[in-house]
């Protein structure tokens, strides 16, 4: 335990140097940050929302949503596909295709929504709907947020239905062995689209 905290406090001053030496802006420290810290970064979804800026050209402040097809637009680039990407990908892509109009642009990205980072409970809950994740949650949390089962949910028959390019699966969830502190790797993190479903 003692090294995984040395090592991480050896990354963190590395970062921290570099951007006091001016290696590396406010987007990349927090993102180095959180890798450091073993968290991964967001992945941007169809109906999320980014607030983007370049500094010294206020005519080019704008608020986008991430259209279904993944894309955001944006004046001088045209479309750029964000879905799927990072935060830091996006500002990076942006100022790269800027530059040909701007010198040296400095680009902001902040995501104002996470709309599109959706998991749905639906079946024998109390309050079945969808559940904005921020920035992720398991199946324990999501049933406790849809209020828990009714009298009549079959609790240990629950199934998360997942798609990917591949197709759809089914995972199994069993409430009573992981109430119990059995099985726990049942209690997956949600993907965005996923569907709870509780018979």
Same mark, same amino acid.
Request: hydrophobic share 45%; aromatic share 4%.
């Given at each position: 335990? %003692?090294?995984?905290?040395?090592?991480?406090?050896? +990354?963190?001053?590395?970062?921290?140097?570099?951007?006091?030496?001016?290696?590396?802006?406010?987007?990349?420290? !927090? =993102?180095?940050?959180?890798?450091? $810290?073993?968290?991964?970064?967001?992945?941007?979804? /169809?109906?999320?929302? *980014?607030?983007?800026?370049?500094?010294?050209?206020?005519?080019?402040?704008?608020?986008?949503?991430?259209?279904?097809?993944?894309?955001?637009?944006?004046?001088?680039?045209?479309?750029?596909? /964000?879905?799927?990407?990072?935060? $830091?990908?996006?500002?990076?892509?942006?100022?790269?295709?800027?530059?040909?109009?701007?010198?040296?642009?400095?680009?902001?990205?902040?995501?104002?929504?996470?709309?599109?980072?959706? =998991?749905?409970?639906? !079946?024998?809950?109390?309050?079945?709907?969808?559940?904005?994740?921020?920035? =992720?949650?398991?199946?324990?949390?999501?049933?406790?947020? +849809?209020?828990? !089962?009714?009298?009549? =949910? %079959?609790?240990?028959?629950?199934?998360?239905?997942?798609?990917? /390019?591949?197709?759809?699966?089914? *995972?199994?969830?069993?409430? !009573?062995?992981?109430?119990?502190?059995?099985?726990?790797?049942?209690?997956?993190?949600?993907?965005?689209?996923?569907?709870?479903?509780?018979?």
């Amino acid at each position: 335990m %003692k090294n995984i905290v040395l090592l991480l406090a050896r +990354a963190l001053l590395g970062v921290a140097l570099m951007a006091t030496a001016g290696f590396v802006n406010a987007a990349e420290l !927090g =993102a180095a940050t959180a890798a450091a $810290n073993g968290i991964p970064e967001y992945r941007l979804h /169809a109906g999320d929302r *980014l607030d983007i800026g370049v500094w010294k050209e206020k005519e080019l402040t704008r608020v986008v949503i991430v259209s279904p097809d993944g894309r955001i637009s944006y004046p001088l680039v045209g479309d750029l596909v /964000a879905g799927g990407r990072t935060v $830091n990908d996006v500002r990076t892509e942006l100022e790269t295709r800027l530059k040909k109009y701007i010198p040296e642009p400095v680009v902001t990205v902040v995501i104002t929504g996470v709309d599109g980072n959706a =998991a749905y409970v639906i !079946g024998q809950v109390t309050r079945p709907g969808a559940l904005i994740m921020n920035p =992720a949650i398991n199946v324990m949390q999501a049933l406790s947020i +849809a209020g828990g !089962g009714t009298p009549f =949910a %079959k609790l240990d028959g629950i199934i998360i239905i997942r798609r990917s /390019a591949a197709g759809q699966k089914v *995972l199994n969830f069993r409430y !009573g062995q992981v109430s119990e502190g059995k099985n726990l790797e049942q209690n997956i993190q949600l993907e965005a689209g996923d569907v709870v479903v509780v018979p």
